[in-house]
């Protein structure tokens, strides 16, 4: 009796460390990091990265940004800033042609894609949390990478370990 305990605390323990240590306590274990001003006028730093080197993954952390380019999983994108308008409210602009703020990441395979205009191609119903203007419906990696295709889509871009693990793309009209 006392050896089947033992085993079966042992095996309990042993089941305890992998779940504690595998996959999906890794998935789960994504930090929260500080979002930007969402209408932030100025581009955002990432003091630690040498754009004169290949392009490569941006800092962890969340990027108000937009993906220029896809090749295969890898995205290609870009720091944004608000422009105020004159007659209307404004827009959305990048670094200037020739500047090399850029970065690429693949996109993780469980990344979080929250979409502002709804899932599938017709992008025809808002779904957008009123009071922050951000995307609220979660859609398919399949759509975000559809979308990223057809053109510059504002949004909330959030890389952990060299990945995109969260796009959440932010309303304008």
Request: with cysteine; hydrophobic share 40%.
């Amino acid at each position: 009796m006392k050896t089947l305990t033992r085993s079966l605390l042992a095996t309990g323990a042993a089941a305890a460390m992998i779940l504690t240590s595998g996959g999906a306590a890794d998935a789960a274990a994504i930090p929260k990091y500080k979002a930007p001003k969402i209408f932030g006028t100025s581009f955002q730093a990432d003091p630690k990265h040498d754009f004169t080197k290949r392009i490569r993954p941006r800092h962890n952390g969340v990027l108000r940004g937009w993906i220029t380019y896809l090749r295969g999983s890898v995205a290609e994108y870009e720091p944004i800033r608000w422009k105020k308008g004159k007659v209307t409210e404004g827009q959305f602009v990048g670094p200037a042609e020739g500047d090399v703020r850029a970065y690429a990441s693949p996109i993780a395979k469980d990344v979080v894609f929250l979409s502002a205009l709804g899932c599938g191609s017709k992008m025809t119903s808002l779904t957008v949390d009123r009071r922050s203007g951000l995307g609220s419906k979660r859609c398919s990696r399949a759509d975000l990478i559809k979308r990223s295709k057809d053109g510059r889509r504002p949004a909330l871009i959030t890389v952990h370990q060299g990945k995109i693990v969260k796009l959440q793309e932010i309303f304008t009209p």
